[in-house]
Each structure stands twice: as C-alpha cells, then as structure tokens.
T-cell receptor, first 114, second 114 residues
C-alpha cells in the first residue's frame, strides 16, 4: 500500500534559522511528488512537482529535492511569513486508473518567530 | 491565474439533511477531485472525475456521491449528513500544462453537522 510519512510533525524556527522537512514514501512506481503550503483555514497552495531522483526545484527561500525513497523541503533563512503547514503528496504511476490521484502525508507545521 | 472556487466557506447543517457542495474551475481542466481534511488524518480523497459525467471512487466514498454535468463544475453530495462528516472539504482541479502536473485547490468549505 502507498504510504507517505512526513517529519517532524511540527517545527519551530527562529527567523533566519535554516532547516529541512522530510517526506519519505513507499509507492509502486512514482509518477510525481508534490509539495504544497497550507495556511490555517485555507486550501493548499501548490509549490513544486518533482518527477525523478536527483531533481531539484527552487522558489524564493524554498528548495525541494528528491531521492528514490524521500524528498526534502529546505527552508533557507526563513521569515515569519514562511509559517504554514507544508504538505507532501505522491502520485503513483503503476495503476492504469491513477488519473492524478494524490496520497498526502499528514504535514509538517512550521512556525517561524521573529 | 487558475481559479478554483467553492460555493461556501462555512456551512452548518443538521443530521439527516441533504448537503450540496459545489466547486467551479475556470481553466477547462478535465480532472477534478474532492478531498476531506481532518486533524491527524491529513487529506483523503473522496471522489474524482476525469471527464464530464465520469467519476471514480476515491479512498473514502461511503456516504457521498458526486455529479459532473459540465466540465467546469463538480459537486459533492451528502445524501443524509451525519456528525462524522463534519470536516473541511477541499476541491481541486488538475492540469498538465507545460509538462508539469499540478493540482490547484479551492479555499475549502468547513462543514459542521449538528
């Protein structure tokens, strides 16, 4: 069964203190790994899609990397506005009926204090 | 910008009522999804649709049905609402534009069933 595990569950950072979030997965034939940011009471906001091991994508202070077993979301010199829950999701490619179905992790809640 | 809208941000219903949640996207996307999000359980897929009038069950379809009569509109129906359906409901639509697989989410509907 496909499984997505995110760690840590919660992370408290000082402004400027870089850190990494982990997303480990087991899936039959990875089609894509997705990162989202979610603010309280709002829908998830798309950040990145990664397709193959070794791929990296960057957006402002965020950088996502992918290996065969896990993905990392690196937050460099975070600011208070980076406080949010970060969600990881995988899309399996082994089934004919995938149709873009995503399996989500439980998320990592990040709080950045000034 | 892609826009996914949901008919209500907050909804309060009574046990046994029939509830309609509506989602509209403005980008001609073929695939649309309904998720529910609960603390500690993350996002779970209820139903999805890959074309007009076409639908597939997700991981937790029991107690729900869906309707997609037009490409831009995907409705989630709770035939007889129960208290365990109190949750945040999120709609998403999927695009493969530019070679990147992306799901865009709406703002969510927080449903309370009393």
């Amino acid at each position: 069964e496909d499984q997505v595990t995110q760690s840590p569950e919660a992370l408290r950072l000082q402004e400027g203190e870089s850190s990494s979030l982990n997303c480990s997965y087991t899936v039959s034939g990875l089609r894509g790994l997705f990162w989202y940011r979610q603010d309280p009471g709002k829908g998830p906001e798309f950040l990145f899609t990664l397709y193959s091991a070794g791929e990296e994508k960057e957006k402002e202070r965020l950088k996502a990397t992918l290996t065969k077993k896990e993905s990392f979301l690196h937050i460099t010199a975070p600011k208070p506005e980076d406080s949010a829950t970060y969600l990881c999701a995988v899309q399996a490619g082994g089934r004919a009926d995938s149709w873009g179905k995503l399996q989500f992790g439980a998320g990592t809640q990040v709080v950045v204090t000034p | 910008d892609v826009k996914v809208t949901q008919s209500s941000r907050y909804l309060v219903k009574r046990t046994g009522e029939k509830v309609f949640l509506e989602c509209v996207q403005d980008m001609d996307h073929e695939n649309m999804f309904w998720y529910r999000q609960d603390p500690g359980l993350g996002l779970r897929l209820i139903y999805f649709s890959y074309d007009v009038k076409m639908k597939e069950k997700g991981d937790i379809p029991e107690g729900y049905s869906v309707s997609r009569e037009k490409k831009e509109r995907f409705s989630l129906i709770l035939e007889s609402a129960s208290t365990n359906q109190t949750s945040m409901y999120l709609c998403a639509s999927r695009t493969l534009s530019g070679g990147t697989d992306t799901q865009y989410f709406g703002p969510g509907t927080r449903l309370t069933v009393l």
